[in-house]
Nanobody, 131 residues
Framework: HVQLVESGGGSVQAGGSLSVSCTDS????????MAWFRQAPGKEREGVAA???????AYAGSATGRFTISQDNAKNTVYLQMDSLKPEDTAMYHC??????????????????????????WGRGTQVTVS
């Protein structure tokens, strides 16, 4: 049973930085795609950034130049460093993953495992508030 656990959210003033992390405690496959999504109250969920088992990365336009996704394979953990935060970045941030495809692709949902339309596994989320 896959379990994704996010941590590191919090509150920060506009212009500040936060880092959130997502640990896949039961990863058993060497090929995967993992992504960060966010959802603000009353808004649709949007993809923020994605990273795959090859180390390839992709960003939403709103995240480009401000956010950095990275991973520590030894810890099965993906990080999202968020700089120059804006109030509109306020949302619940969720990580998602799927195994098999070794890369992510852009899709209508934002990011998807290549060849699939959605992720199979999701974390419960961590709140990021920018004031």
């Amino acid at each position: 049973h896959v379990q994704l656990v996010e941590s590191g959210g919090g509150s920060v003033q506009a212009g500040g930085s936060l880092s959130v992390s997502c640990t896949d405690s039961r990863r058993t496959y060497s090929t995967y795609c993992m992504a960060w999504f966010r959802q603000a109250p009353g808004k649709e969920r949007e993809g923020v950034a994605a990273i795959d088992s090859r180390g390839g990365t992709a960003y939403a336009g709103s995240a480009t130049g401000r956010f950095t996704i990275s991973q520590d394979n030894a810890k099965n953990t993906v990080y999202l460093q968020m700089d120059s935060l804006k109030p509109e970045d306020t949302a619940m941030y969720h990580c998602a993953t799927d195994y098999g495809p070794d890369r992510c692709s852009r899709c209508s949902a934002g990011f998807c495992p290549k060849g699939r339309t959605t992720f199979s596994y999701w974390g419960r989320g961590t709140q990021v508030t920018v004031s």
